[in-house]
């Protein structure tokens, strides 16, 4: 009887065991759903993040290039201004100096 009892004992303890087995696989399975749970969470708002970002890169983009248009407009002006002065310089440059007077007398008449 004794190797009987003994046999049921170690049984039992067998399937004890098996059973906290078990039980652990099904907790540490439950923990890793949640785990993927709150990373696929964490995932969705890193994306809305990403997204959020890429539409601010856009709008910096967008104002840049419009800021690079207008310095380029206002460099074509300078330069177009520049031209007019040059022209302007020359041409009382090349006049003889009683040209110049008349021609400042003319232009600013008291």
């Not at 078990?22 to 990403?50: G, K, P």
């Not at 074509?76 to 040059?86: G, Q, R, S, T």
């Amino acid at each position: 009887m004794d190797s009987f009892e003994t046999r049921i004992l170690k049984e039992r303890a067998l399937i004890t065991i098996v059973i906290l087995g078990i039980l652990f696989l099904a907790i540490r399975s439950i923990t890793y759903a949640v785990q993927i749970d709150d990373l696929q969470d964490e995932n969705i708002v890193l994306r809305e993040r990403i997204l959020e970002s890429e539409k601010r890169v856009a709008i910096i983009k967008k104002t840049v290039d419009t800021v690079t248009i207008e310095i380029e407009k206002k460099v074509e002006k300078i330069k177009y201004l520049k031209k007019i002065e040059y022209v302007k310089v020359k041409m009382v440059d090349s006049m003889p100096i009683s040209g110049v007077q008349q021609y400042f007398t003319d232009r600013y008449k008291r």
